[in-house]
């Protein structure tokens, strides 16, 4: 029986993945050869009798894996966006495979001797190249060096030096781990699934906006409800409900639902947290490090948990007194609309609308109508090539894993081909929820020669119905443009070696590109290009525009608040000895209190479906999104001061922090856009909190 994940002859467009006929049952299979192969090929290094090179050793084991890394990555691609139970049960199969191969080659003592003398010659002995961006050949000896350097790294960050015994420990820590990982996102998601709330009393909807009553109208129908509206926990379903619904119980309700996911449910998360930290605590200690944090942050730009917490704790000062003022205000409001006393969790959405469109005079869902899906993406392309000189073509003849997926090629300003872009934008009870960019295919050297990517985009965005097209929330179109940042990241990657290619860079800086790309559409000139109204034509009115960009910073107190309250909560589990944690509720109230300005909503845990930390990669790591912007906003004030579409800037930050990927250190690249140290104070006079 033929399995289209092994055919290779398939590759009829530089290796297009054949979505169209791969089927659950293909993926073990798949799985299992290629490991075989991944196998014999390590065999065949480890059996080389000439001296170890970068060429027979670290570049032979790059390619050693590659079939293997592509039915992974085509598997774990569609365990976020489209799975049904018997695909997602297979995580527990082939995670701890993965899990139990990497872990042999990491823990080879043949190998690593190769791996050792390698660096010595390499790094060891040589002197570090200094980048020079324009010179081709001094990159490539950066990335040799670094490439050298980030492989004996990973052995030793993975047990190479250990003895025996703990060794054997370290694999069996990975391979738990690696089932556990699945098994809690799958939980949350299951969580989110399990409710839905069905009105049929017009009361009950009121204030509502029409767009979001219509989808829910939609949603009804397709569940074959005969009348009413359906609600669940997706975000575009969900927060329009605790936005705008006037009767205070609904929004508790839902408030209440979606804070207690995975937490006291049949879906419950406390235990899998507890054995993830335990695990993680375990492998940091054979690894000779204090805590899990210290073990992550060794490898990040803030180098350490310290560092990290000392720049959040600067953030904090500033923040905490802005966002205690704007919710005195918000409650005034709430005080003087409703009489309300008691303001509760669900009352913050509503009420801090309200306090927006009395400032500002407008409501957000007033937008819509001028970002429908479609004529975003356009707006984005178009503005992606004011930028950076890019084209991208839809083309329809490259096979799918559902029919809302869309394909894209993508072209540089010389018409050169830079990569293949999907597009998944719209829920599904399959997919997990929030927005995110995969690669498929990165950028780089293979086996049969230089690739150009494969990267996907996925997000849950408003979609159509019966009687309307999908029109975005503005916050949506940032997001849009936000995973689209990530994805150009990958498609201008222009890297000789794969393991180095676009997001592959530390993961403290991961969020700069996607992050820098949202301002652009915080610009007059940028929005101008592309948001007509849907029926009219008509562009979006300048009174209206004028009424946005002034809004744009309103409540930021709170916003940094939240993103405090995670951070802060991520590093608090994973700089605590897991011993000391017997109640994970008790552990994160205490841990948040901090952070939170409103009594908590009852029942309710973030831990419990944390899948950014418990399931993604984000485990002391969450800090990212705030150390990141802070080196955005420092990067996009050049940009700005620059002029927003002035090649020479933003060329500038394509050829450096695009294209470089993890060739040389974030530092590096952000010291030679910027010219100068990134300004650790960026980032809070922008927010004007400084
Ligand atoms: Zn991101």
Sequence with gaps: MSNPLLEKDYLHRLGVVPFHLIKTEHYLPAIEKNLEIARKNFEEIKNNSEPPTFENTILEMDFAGEELDYVASVYFNLLAAESDAEYKALAQKISPMLSEFGSSIMTDEVIFSKVKTVFENECLNKEKPEPDFKNK???????????????????????????????????????????????????????????????????????????????????????????????????????????????RNIRETLQKAYASRAFKDKFDNQENIKRILQLRKERATLLGFQTHAHYVLKERMAANPETALSFLERIYDFVYPKAKAELLEIKALAKEMDDLEDFMPWDYNYYSNKLKEKKFHYDPEQLRPWFKLEDSLEGLFLIAQKIYGITLKQVDDVP???????????????????????????????????????????????????????????????????????????????????????????????????????????????????????????????????????????????????????????????????????????????????????????????????????????????????????????????????????????????????????????????????AQGNAVHPMDLFVAFRGRQPDPDALLKRGGLI
């Design 137 to 247: 050949k001094q990159m490539l000896r950066c990335e040799r060096y670094r490439f050298t350097e980030k492989v004996y790294k990973s052995f030793i960050r993975n047990g190479a030096l250990l003895n025996a015994e703990d060794k054997k420990r370290l694999t069996d820590i990975d391979i738990e781990l690696s089932k556990l990982g699945p098994k809690f996102s799958d939980n949350v998601l299951d969580a989110t699934n399990a409710f839905e709330l069905h009105l049929t009393d017009p009361q009950d909807v009121e204030g509502i906006p029409e767009s979001a009553l219509s989808a829910a109208l939609f949603r009804a129908k397709q569940k074959g409800k005969d009348s009413g509206w359906l609600f669940n926990l997706q975000a575009p379903n969900m927060i329009p409900v605790l936005t705008y619904c006037k009767n």
């Design 400 to 658: 799918v894993y559902h029919k809302d997926v869309t394909t894209w090629e993508v072209y540089a300003d010389d018409n050169s081909f830079l990569g293949l872009l999907y597009l998944d934008m719209f829920p599904r009870e399959t997919k997990r929820g929030g927005a995110w960019m995969n690669t498929i295919y990165g950028q780089g050297l293979y086996k049969d020669g230089m690739k150009r990517p494969h990267v996907v985009n996925i997000a849950s965005l408003t979609p159509s119905t019966d009687e309307q097209p999908s029109l975005l929330r503005f916050e949506e179109v940032r997001t849009i443009a936000h995973e689209f940042g990530h994805a150009l990241h990958g498609l201008f990657s222009n890297c000789h070696y794969k393991a180095l290619a676009g997001p592959s860079v530390l993961w403290d800086f991961v969020e700069l590109p996607s992050q820098i790309m949202e301002n652009w559409l915080l610009e007059k000139e940028a929005l101008n290009l592309f948001a007509r109204h849907y029926q009219t034509g008509e562009p979006l009115p300048d009174e209206l525009l004028d009424k946005v960009l002034a809004a744009r910073y309103f409540n930021v107190g709170n916003l940094f608040l939240a993103q405090l309250r995670y951070a802060m909560l991520d590093f608090a589990w994973h700089l605590t000895d897991p011993n000391e944690i017997t109640d994970v509720a008790e552990f994160e109230n205490k841990t948040i209190e901090r952070f939170s300005l409103l009594p908590f909503t009852p029942n309710s845990n973030i831990s419990c479906c944390f899948s950014h930390i418990f399931a993604g990669g984000y485990s002391a790591g969450y800090y990212s999104y705030s150390w990141a912007e802070a080196l955005e906003a420092d990067a996009w004030s050049l940009i700005k001061e620059k002029g927003i579409f002035n090649h020479e800037v933003t060329y500038a930050f394509r050829d450096i922090i695009l």
